[in-house]
């Protein structure tokens, strides 16, 4: 019989048998929400030129010295420089460059000045303030420097590191390999969205708020199907599953009554069984195993259980599975907003939704907390944790937990 552990104990398990998938070059339209499989360093700085950051003239400050609305300095126009184009003269005492923005600096200036704060044809310009040197001037490197860092492997590529690969001229980053999450449900009870209803069945909601959570973490879902509780027709699907999934993630089956056979089931693929139930509430059924590196993991056929057993446990290790150097998520303290009544024996966790508005990190708790209180998830953006042994709670208390 095997001893439920805690939360943390089984979370770590299961990320010690994951490891990150090979590495692929894919095409940088492709790459965001993937993970880098190698450092981000800057081949160039980024600009790789001083630029101007406004439509405007550039010009020597020192020629400006003194200029008023009473006394304009004006200067004679050299060139009208596009973006994408190159200065061909330098700006010599008394002359000014008329430039776009993103345009290069010419030599010789040191400055810039916006059209609105000047009067000019095509031949002159006339200047009615003094600028100082280096004023709206982009220098070469200001948003990136040679050999800098810009993000390590392991960081999952966000819009600024998509930006980023771009501005370095990379075309196919080099990333690990998306996983492929097989999604399995179990019972002979489940009726597929869009067929007619039927006495003593229920609809198949696991199949799709999993296959969302999976999505969400970086992973791809494949669907491999519903099965009726035997030992037989659940090892079929999961060894269709390991041949082209790099894990699995299944509901239902894994309590402790006469058709919870999912466990035998992963057994008879050649999986190693590394935990049979967590001192979790909700969440408390599951079987997790492992075979040639492959994760199954096997969720409670409940909906809230299964998807906060997910998110606690299977989310890190699949995580790792993308490379991701964070697979654990970040640990927030949060301050609930609503008194919770019950006692908490073992471990539970409480899902809600984060409300900044007070200026501090407020929970509100889902009103029903129940196993299969599916729609108690609508708009749960954060989970947190009561401690083992806890009593009712009181509005005001501190709770540590992690965003969604």
């Not at 000019?120 to 709206?136: C, G, K, M, Y």
């Not at 999912?262 to 979790?280: C, N, Y």
Request: aromatic fraction near 4%; charge should be negative; proline fraction near 6%.
């Amino acid at each position: 019989m095997f001893e439920r552990p805690d939360y943390i104990t089984a979370r770590d398990a299961l990320l010690s048998a994951a490891s990150a998938l090979p590495a692929e070059q894919v095409p940088l339209a492709d790459c965001g929400g993937r993970v880098l499989a190698e450092d981000l360093v800057a081949a160039e700085d980024v600009p790789a030129f001083d630029r101007s950051p406004y439509d405007g003239y550039a010009l020597r400050s020192r020629d400006t010295e003194g200029a008023s609305r009473e006394a304009p300095v004006q200067l004679q126009v050299l060139e009208n420089i596009p973006a994408g184009s190159v200065p061909s003269r330098s700006c010599t005492p008394g002359t000014a460059t008329r430039i776009m923005t993103g345009a290069p600096i010419p030599e010789g200036a040191d400055a810039v000045i916006m059209y609105e704060r000047t009067e000019f044809t095509d031949q002159w310009v006339r200047v009615f303030d003094p600028v100082s040197a280096d004023e709206n001037i982009i220098r070469a490197g200001e948003d990136t420097r040679k050999g800098q860092v810009l993000a390590r492997a392991g960081t999952v590529i966000d819009t600024g590191t998509l930006g980023s690969l771009a501005a370095q001229g990379i075309e196919n980053p080099v990333v690990f390999r998306r996983p492929v999450v097989g999604i399995l449900s179990t019972g002979s009870e489940l009726l597929e969205a869009g067929q007619e209803p039927q006495p003593g069945k229920i609809y198949n909601s696991n199949r799709y708020t999993l296959s969302s959570a999976v999505v969400s973490i970086g992973c791809q879902p494949v669907y491999l199907g519903t099965v009726s509780d035997t030992t037989e027709g659940i090892r079929t699907l999961l060894e269709k599953g390991l041949e082209q999934c790099d894990a699995i993630v299944s509901t239902g089956g894994v309590s402790a009554g006469d058709f919870d056979v999912v466990p035998d089931a992963m057994e008879q693929t050649g999986a190693e069984i590394l935990i049979r139930g967590v001192r979790l509430k909700p969440g408390m059924a599951c079987a997790y195993a492992v075979r040639d590196g492959k994760l199954l993991c096997g969720l409670s056929g409940n909906p809230a259980s299964s998807l906060t057993n997910f998110y606690v446990i299977a989310a890190p290790a699949l995580r790792r599975l993308a490379g991701q150097s964070q697979a654990v998520p970040a640990e927030i303290t949060v301050t609930l907003a609503d008194p919770f009544p019950k006692k908490s024996k073992g471990g539970r966790v409480l899902r809600g939704r984060l409300d900044l508005s007070s200026g501090r990190a407020e929970m509100h708790i889902s009103k029903d907390q129940g196993n299969v209180v599916l729609s108690s998830t609508i708009g749960c953006d954060v989970m947190a944790f009561v401690p083992e042994g806890s009593g009712p709670l009181d509005a005001g208390t501190q709770l540590k937990g992690f965003l969604l």
